[in-house]
């Protein structure tokens, strides 16, 4: 028993700083999110999800589909994925801003990131698609880390973090 209660005490040390990372936003902010996100994502917010894995050089951002059998869904995925991909790969960040807003944290910085300072991959996945964000400045790493966070409070119904295999 005393055990049990050392690794469960263990367990939420290490995962608080991670948990207290990215709040929930308010309900009426998730639900503006998801009314502006149905205007720029062509997939269903309930049938996918958003899982973000920061990592020392960025992050992973990956769009999956709760149901593997979701033929459409994945389609759709990797239909807006790669879309923004290529905006993103010309400092075009457009669509998050439309949702999320143009004072979202990190963004400016990730908009005003030169070529060779942040890097991006686009991979489809069996179950949807990611892209990967990577950079050397640690200032483009921090800015990164803060859109994740960003993202994952205004998604908070439709996202989470994987947060130690990166870590």
């Given at each position: ?125 069996e179950n949807g698609a990611e892209i990967t964000y990577s950079a050397k400045k640690p200032e483009l790493i921090t800015a990164i ?23």
């Open positions: 028993m005393k055990q049990q209660r050392l690794i469960l005490t263990i367990l939420l040390i290490i995962q608080t700083p991670f948990l207290a990372a990215a709040n929930k936003a308010s309900d009426e902010r998730l639900d503006e999110v998801a009314a502006k996100g149905r205007m720029v994502m062509p997939f269903n917010l309930e049938k996918t999800l958003h899982v973000f894995s920061k990592t020392e050089q960025g992050g992973v951002q990956q769009l999956i589909v709760k149901e593997l059998s979701d033929k459409a869904q994945i389609s759709l995925i990797k239909e807006h994925l790669s879309k923004i991909y290529a905006e993103f790969k010309l400092r075009n960040f457009s669509d998050p801003e439309k949702i999320h807003g143009a004072d979202m944290p990190g963004l400016k910085a990730l908009q005003n990131a030169k070529a060779d300072e942040l890097l991006l991959q686009y991979r489809e996945l880390h803060q859109w994740f966070d960003a993202q994952l409070s205004d998604h908070a119904r439709h996202s989470t973090m994987h947060r130690l295999h990166h870590m």
